[in-house]
């Protein structure tokens, strides 16, 4: 046995523990130790039967994903023997094997589950077959042993989108045999001991499910609408449907032949990178482990717009009292009408339930006054885009807040600095940046002013995670990192439409590289009279010699403002695009440019690398950490396909030489550290400062 895995014995049931933390993911070792537990029981003639259990918070998490990179880089080759000798060796083993299941057995976790006899689960664990979020598929027998146990369809759902599963659905569908109530192993020993004697139930030799009419077909459909551009969920839905059809060895040999293929594809290895760096942006450099986050259990909000509306719902949503004031009586009512609305469509929807909206609605507490404040854990600002006005708000705050409240602005471009000056606190001020709409978009951009402490920067990233969001910290500058880069891609996609690129082209070529919606559509979506103003606004930080696109102040200055008044680059009947505006070739066939429509290449090229040379400045001057903090902006805030990792990431990937050679082509300034990385031939991923 190894450290990793334990052996010991309660009267005639064998236990065999896994102690890999944080999360007993399959690390090498672990299988073999394993393995090594059920053979022992398997011999041992005062054994009857067998319960494998985690030590911790959950049960297998899957296997260890860092041991893919090194598969993929060619550090070691990929060898499965341990974990399909395991998965033999417990299908095999004569005394009956019962997986006890607590936390999340996900993966290669569940795979190793299927291989045993029984499955008993505590209610609150969760099941799952992820591995499409890391653009794989299962790759340890789970497309043929979970048709075999849930039948094809819902193998097939799970394998595919890779949506968790409770332990009640599990029981349901036929994954799991039993509920325990108290003790897991307690409940997992008692059930042992009721199979005990029995002759043992093969997965791999369940064959009666397989029959279940599925329409393989549809799922393909269903999984590439959802999940568009990625290659994983097909190729997981064609492995499940092999089990219907071959024997299981067979189904076994194709699925490996599957896996190997998506796990060395660029998809997988952008996937990977995303969700390592989820976790990394968590890490802020200088503020370890021993700085304690402030305790927030009570928050307040300014302004109930359609910022403030939605962060209030945030906060109730993750069950935290939140004070919404705004300065009139009608203001707050839109407000707090705008929240039912969202929590009705939520009931109305089925996606929950009146009871439930009744007690977060009760965590939000409409005001006018300033009364309570004085106990906010957490104060975050969302009143209009205005440095004089938000000026006299923190001056407010300054005086009521306690001492070490966390003062928080929602801005989007104003200087955290100046904000924080006007305060005798400036170390407790910082940015929150949540995206339009709060209660949904998962992005939220933490902004570092220059005297923002360590503690309070620690507690935002805490409160991040219990906010369900993904928290990313930035430097302090215009724009911060999403908008900052965000300008000059669409800039870019601007000049193109007005170079004679026709607009829906530009939109449509980058959609099907993978963006959520294209730049323009945004665009209408932001509302052009946003865009607008700023552009007024920052007439000044324009560089002399530079063309900026001047289309969409025509449109502006026509009224036509997006969506919201239902013509902008497109025209909309509600929220819903008809059709292309005909004034917009109109406005650009009047600058009398010379006609140069780009192709497919050329407009993906020049809106995503200009993200990527102003991402290459923000790296520069330490405005984001690391590259992969960008990375992860991105993909939770602007829409940008995670199958390609990233801005930084996929820059990686095409190389940073072509790169720079086509951001010099287009006659732009090649960020320096875009230039030097190419010439060096490093990239954006090894890049240390
Ligand atoms: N391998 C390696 N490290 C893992 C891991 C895994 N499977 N799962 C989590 N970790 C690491 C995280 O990187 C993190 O490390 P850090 O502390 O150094 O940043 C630490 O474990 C804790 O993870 P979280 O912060 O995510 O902890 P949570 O409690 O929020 O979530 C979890 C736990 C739900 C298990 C979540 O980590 C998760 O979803 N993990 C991935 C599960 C997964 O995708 N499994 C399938 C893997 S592929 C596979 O099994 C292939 C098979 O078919 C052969
Ligand atoms: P909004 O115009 O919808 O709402 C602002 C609200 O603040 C109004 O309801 C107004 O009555 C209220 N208000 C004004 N002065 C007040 C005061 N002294 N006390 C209390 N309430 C007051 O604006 P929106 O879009 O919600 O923007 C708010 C902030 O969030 C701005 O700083 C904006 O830049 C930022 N932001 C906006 C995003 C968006 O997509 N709309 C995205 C991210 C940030």
Same mark, same amino acid.
């Given at each position: 046995?190894?450290?990793? !895995?334990?052996?010991?014995?309660?009267?005639? @049931?064998?236990?065999?523990?896994?102690?890999?933390?944080?999360?007993?993911?399959?690390?090498?070792?672990?299988?073999?130790?394993?393995?090594?537990?059920?053979?022992?029981?398997?011999?041992?003639?005062?054994? =009857?039967?067998?319960?494998?259990?985690?030590?911790?918070?959950? +049960?297998?998490?899957?296997?260890?994903?860092?041991?893919?990179?090194?598969? &993929? *880089?060619?550090?070691?080759?990929?060898?499965?023997?341990?974990?399909?000798?395991?998965?033999?060796?417990?299908?095999?083993?004569?005394?009956?094997?019962?997986?006890?299941?607590?936390?999340?057995?996900?993966?290669?976790?569940?795979?190793?589950?299927?291989? %045993?006899?029984?499955?008993?689960?505590?209610?609150?664990?969760?099941?799952?077959?992820?591995?499409? /979020?890391?653009?794989?598929?299962?790759?340890?027998?789970?497309?043929?042993?979970?048709?075999?146990?849930?039948?094809?369809?819902?193998?097939?759902?799970?394998?595919a989108f890779g949506d968790p599963v409770s332990a009640k659905d599990a029981l349901t569908a036929g994954i799991i045999d039993r509920i325990i109530d108290g003790d897991l192993l307690e409940g997992a020993i008692a059930f042992a001991r009721e199979v005990a004697g029995q002759p043992v139930p093969k997965t791999r030799e369940r064959n009666?499910?397989?029959?279940?009419?599925?329409?393989?077909?549809?799922?393909?459909?269903?999984?590439?609408?959802?999940?568009?551009?990625?290659?994983?969920?097909?190729?997981?839905?064609?492995?499940?449907?092999?089990?219907?059809?071959?024997?299981?060895?067979?189904? @076994?040999? =194709?699925?490996?032949?599957?896996?190997?293929?998506?796990? +060395? *594809?660029?998809?997988? =290895?952008?996937?990977?990178?995303?969700?390592?760096?989820?976790?990394?942006?968590?890490?802020?450099?200088?503020?370890?482990?021993?700085?304690?986050?402030?305790?927030? *259990?009570?928050?307040?909000?300014?302004?109930?717009?359609?910022?403030?509306?939605?962060?209030?719902?945030?906060?109730?949503?993750?069950?935290?009292?939140?004070?919404?004031?705004? &300065?009139?009586?009608?203001?707050?009512?839109?407000? !707090?009408?705008?929240?039912?609305?969202?929590?009705?469509?939520?009931?109305?929807?089925?996606?929950?339930?009146?009871?439930?909206?009744?007690?977060?609605?009760?965590?939000?507490?409409?005001?006018?006054? $300033?009364?309570? $404040?004085?106990?906010?854990?957490?104060?975050?600002?969302?009143? $209009?885009?205005?440095?004089?006005?938000?000026?006299?708000?923190?001056?407010?705050?300054?005086?009521? #807040?306690?001492?070490?409240?966390?003062?928080?602005?929602? &801005? *989007?471009?104003?200087?955290?600095?100046?904000?924080?000056?006007?305060?005798?606190?400036?170390?407790?001020?910082? %940015?929150?940046? +949540?995206?339009?709409?709060?209660?949904?978009?998962?992005?939220?951009?933490?902004?570092? %002013? /220059?005297?923002?402490?360590?503690? @309070?920067?620690?507690?935002?990233?805490?409160?991040?995670?219990?906010?369900?969001?993904?928290?990313?910290?930035?430097?302090?500058?215009?724009?911060?990192?999403?908008?900052?880069?965000?300008?000059?891609?669409?800039?870019?996609?601007?000049?193109?439409?007005?170079?004679?690129?026709?607009?829906?082209?530009?939109?449509? #070529?980058?959609?099907?590289?993978?963006?959520?919606?294209?730049?323009?559509?945004?665009?209408?979506?932001? %509302?052009?009279?946003?865009?607008?103003?700023?552009?007024?606004?920052?007439?000044?930080?324009?560089?002399?010699?530079?063309?900026?696109?001047?289309?969409?102040?025509?449109?502006?200055?026509?009224?036509?403002?997006?969506?919201?008044?239902?013509?902008?680059?497109?025209?909309?009947?509600?929220?819903?695009?008809?059709?292309?505006?005909?004034?917009?070739?109109?406005?650009?066939?009047?600058?009398?440019?010379?006609?140069?429509?780009?192709?497919?290449?050329?407009?993906?090229?020049?809106?995503?690398?200009?993200?990527?040379?102003?991402?290459?400045?923000?790296?520069?001057?330490?405005?984001?950490?690391?590259?992969?903090?960008?990375?992860? @902006?991105?993909?939770?805030?602007?829409? +940008?396909?995670?199958?390609?990792?990233?801005?930084?990431?996929?820059?990686?990937?095409?190389?940073?030489?072509?790169?720079?050679?086509?951001?010099?082509? $287009?006659?732009?300034?090649?960020?320096?550290?875009?230039?030097?990385?190419?010439?060096?031939?490093?990239?954006?991923?090894?890049?240390?400062?």
């Open positions: 046995m190894t450290d990793l !895995v334990k052996y010991s014995t309660a009267g005639d @049931v064998a236990v065999v523990t896994i102690d890999n933390p944080p999360v007993n993911a399959l690390s090498p070792g672990v299988p073999d130790g394993i393995r090594e537990g059920v053979e022992r029981a398997a011999t041992d003639p005062e054994i =009857r039967t067998v319960v494998v259990i985690g030590a911790g918070r959950t +049960f297998i998490a899957g296997a260890d994903i860092r041991e893919f990179g090194k598969i &993929t *880089s060619g550090e070691k080759p990929r060898d499965a023997t341990s974990l399909q000798r395991l998965l033999q060796a417990a299908e095999d083993c004569p005394k009956p094997v019962v997986m006890a299941v607590h936390g999340t057995a996900f993966g290669g976790g569940l795979e190793v589950a299927q291989a %045993g006899h029984y499955r008993v689960a505590l209610a609150a664990a969760q099941v799952g077959q992820p591995e499409v /979020k890391l653009g794989i598929i299962p790759g340890a027998a789970g497309t043929q042993r979970l048709p075999r146990l849930a039948g094809p369809a819902k193998a097939a759902e799970m394998c009666a499910r397989l029959a279940e009419p599925v329409d393989f077909e549809a799922l393909r459909a269903a999984a590439r609408k959802r999940l568009r551009g990625q290659e994983a969920p097909v190729a997981a839905i064609d492995a499940v449907e092999l089990a219907t059809k071959l024997p299981f060895e067979e189904g @076994v040999r =194709r699925e490996q032949e599957i896996f190997q293929k998506c796990l +060395f *594809s660029t998809q997988s =290895r952008a996937m990977i990178h995303a969700f390592f760096g989820e976790r990394t942006v968590a890490k802020i450099p200088g503020i370890g482990k021993d700085v304690t986050p402030l305790p927030v *259990s009570r928050a307040a909000v300014i302004g109930a717009g359609t910022m403030g509306a939605g962060i209030a719902m945030v906060y109730a949503n993750a069950g935290i009292p939140v004070l919404l004031k705004e &300065t009139s009586q009608e203001a707050l009512d839109r407000g !707090v009408a705008n929240i039912r609305r969202v929590y009705s469509g939520s009931v109305a929807k089925g996606k929950s339930t009146q009871d439930k909206m009744d007690r977060t609605l009760a965590l939000i507490t409409p005001t006018l006054s $300033f009364d309570g $404040f004085e106990q906010a854990d957490i104060i975050t600002e969302a009143v $209009f885009e205005n440095m004089a006005l938000k000026k006299e708000i923190f001056r407010t705050l300054d005086g009521i #807040a306690k001492p070490d409240a966390i003062l928080a602005t929602n &801005t *989007s471009t104003l200087d955290i600095d100046e904000i924080a000056s006007v305060t005798s606190r400036p170390e407790s001020v910082i %940015g929150n940046h +949540f995206f339009s709409p709060a209660n949904v978009m998962r992005l939220l951009e933490l902004v570092r %002013g /220059k005297a923002t402490g360590a503690r @309070v920067i620690a507690s935002c990233m805490e409160l991040g995670k219990r906010l369900r969001k993904v928290a990313v910290l930035a430097g302090n500058c215009y724009g911060f990192i999403g908008n900052r880069m965000f300008a000059p891609y669409i800039a870019q996609a601007l000049m193109l439409a007005e170079d004679g690129t026709p607009f829906e082209e530009v939109d449509q #070529a980058l959609y099907d590289w993978g963006m959520a919606m294209g730049p323009l559509a945004v665009c209408d979506l932001a %509302g052009l009279d946003v865009n607008y103003r700023i552009r007024q606004e920052y007439k000044h930080l324009e560089k002399p010699g530079v063309r900026y696109p001047e289309v969409e102040t025509v449109l502006a200055s026509r009224g036509h403002y997006g969506q919201k008044t239902g013509r902008g680059w497109y025209v909309y009947e509600g929220t819903r695009a008809v059709g292309p505006n005909p004034e917009m070739r109109e406005i650009i066939a009047s600058y009398g440019r010379v006609h140069r429509q780009a192709d497919r290449e050329e407009i993906v090229e020049r809106t995503v690398y200009a993200l990527v040379n102003e991402g290459a400045g923000l790296l520069e001057e330490g405005i984001a950490i690391r590259s992969v903090d960008i990375d992860i @902006v991105y993909l939770n805030g602007y829409g +940008f396909p995670v199958w390609r990792g990233g801005p930084m990431h996929y820059a990686d990937t095409v190389g940073l030489a072509r790169v720079a050679a086509r951001v010099k082509d $287009f006659g732009w300034e090649c960020a320096p550290l875009l230039e030097r990385l190419a010439a060096e031939g490093g990239t954006f991923g090894k890049w240390v400062r």
